[in-house]
């Protein structure tokens, strides 16, 4: 069971831990933009031969889920704690989310289908 600064011993604990702190479907939205951001900037910097625009590949991923932990879901973002496991977490939650299967994962973590929902403590 994750404390509450999020450690967690392995990633199957970390996960559900992941889902709850992204409760608010506004907070996933902004992680979204940034999941999305991030390889737009990766591929731009890539076939233009941009290279200082590498630097703004973490900025561009990382700005809008921080923004939206800060303002929206008003918590610590779980990078700070495992930095590895929320970024694959965070396409995890993205292709779930594509491929219409974000609900269940986010029920099987304990998440409310509510606009603002927060997970029960």
Same mark, same amino acid.
């Given at each position: ?14 996960? %559900?831990?992941?889902?709850? $702190? ?6 996933? &939205?902004?992680?979204?933009? #940034?999941?999305?951001?991030?390889? &737009?900037?990766?591929? =731009? ?13 973490? &900025?561009?991923? =990382? ?9 929206? $879901? ?16 965070? =396409?995890?939650?993205? =292709? ?8 269940? $994962?986010?029920?099987?973590? #304990?998440? $409310?289908?509510? %606009? ?6």
């Amino acid at each position: 069971m994750a404390g509450k600064q999020g450690r967690c011993a392995t990633y199957s604990e970390f996960w %559900p831990f992941y889902l709850r $702190e992204h409760a608010v479907p506004a907070t996933r &939205v902004w992680h979204f933009i #940034g999941s999305t951001a991030a390889p &737009v900037v990766l591929a =731009y910097a890539l076939l233009t031969q941009t290279w200082w625009a590498l630097l703004l590949v973490p &900025v561009a991923g =990382y700005f809008f889920a921080w923004v939206a932990h800060a303002f929206v $879901e008003h918590n610590r973002p779980a990078t700070f704690t495992h930095p590895w496991w929320s970024l694959i977490s965070d =396409y995890r939650m993205f =292709y779930l989310f594509l491929t219409g299967r974000l609900r269940e $994962e986010l029920v099987r973590a #304990g998440v $409310e289908d509510h %606009p603002h929902a927060r997970p029960a403590e």
